[in-house]
């Protein structure tokens, strides 16, 4: 015969801290899609975009079958094990990104952590061919940030609360008597 046991005191304490979270977050759930489906604005906005010359169009295949995305975003496909390379068309040049495939170490100016010379993981990627290397540059040069984006040298427009608090509690007060605000400047001044 099965034994009814009732529950110690601290499995009660344990089950309802369990319990408690579990209400809070089907709560938080509830009310996020709640808020995201009411709003008129998109929650979490997309601000990177791309665009393709022919040859951006071939990089994009060769990136994906040469293993790029095991390690990288792009076009919200892929990884964050290395770094996101969505909107890196408007962070770096053009000879910034050819020149960083080919030759890794020597455009960073220092040690890298994947790319560079064997046994690092990602070693292969600046003995690819010439031309395949040439179209995957084409490809990453298409993928651009717009304003506000993480890639993008602008801030969000508008007056932000959430930077104008960060900006008090982090810099130091007279920081704006040594340097721009970056939000004064015209976002062309400031590509
Ligand atoms: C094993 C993981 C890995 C693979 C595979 C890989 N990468 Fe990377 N990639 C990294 C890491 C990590 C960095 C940062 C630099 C470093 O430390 O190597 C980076 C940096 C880069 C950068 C410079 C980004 C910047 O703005 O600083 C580019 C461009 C890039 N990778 C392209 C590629 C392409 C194209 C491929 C495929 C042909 C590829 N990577 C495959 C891990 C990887």
New binding site residues.
Partial sequence: MANKQSLKQGEKVLFGIFGAFVIAAVIGYALLEYVRMNSDKPMFQSKTSYVFTEAGLRGSK??RE???T???RAMRNGTN???N?DG?GT??SYEW?ES??FN?EET?GTV?????MPP???A??SR?SKDDLID?AEF?FGLKAEQGAAASPMPPEGNSQFINGMLKMMAPDEWDEKYQDIREKSPEAAQ
Avoid: N, Q, W
Avoid at 112 to 116: I, Q, S, V
């Fill in positions: 060769t990136f040469a293993r790029c095991s390690c990288h094990m290395g770094l390379l890196i962070k770096r990104i960083f495939l890794p960073y890298t952590l994947d790319h560079g690092k993981e990602a292969y990627v690819m995957i990453l």
